[in-house]
């Protein structure tokens, strides 16, 4: 089972760019697909982005389709996201998860490991 470590958040205006990284620890990290989700205050825990073990696949919400990117190095174990064109209302904790599924699942209970989450914070 791997243990993922979320980085790279921070305080940014709209408009505004941060990129994410999700860095995983073992041996198995290309056995799984790798997710994003983001919690805001209040709100449930809702799904961002996921790529397939190989990144052959990728799946958006439709709320980040065009604006944010999700890639893979499996040779480095690390998952990215490429935020760009921020909104206030991206504002959340983001977490990764890792699933061991051949797919792109976008529901939180494929996901069995997550990491401890990074603060985003998009000023308006």
């Known amino acids: 089972q791997v243990q993922l470590v979320e980085s790279g958040g921070g305080l940014v205006q709209a408009g505004g760019s941060l990129r994410l990284s999700c860095a995983a620890s073992?041996?198995?990290?290309?056995?799984?697909?790798m997710g994003w989700f983001r919690q805001a205050p209040g709100k449930e825990r809702e799904f961002v982005a996921v790529?397939?073990?190989?990144?052959?696949?990728?799946y958006y919400a439709d709320s980040v389709k065009g604006r944010f990117a999700i890639s893979r190095d499996n040779a480095k174990n690390t998952v990215y996201l490429q935020m760009n064109t921020l909104k206030p209302e991206d504002t959340a904790v983001y977490y990764c998860a890792a699933a061991l599924d051949a797919g792109t699942p976008s529901r939180t209970y494929s996901y069995n490991t997550w990491g401890q989450g990074t603060q985003v914070t998009v000023s308006s």
């Open positions: 790529i397939s073990r190989i990144a052959t696949s990728t």
């Open positions: 073992g041996r198995t990290f290309s056995l799984y697909a």
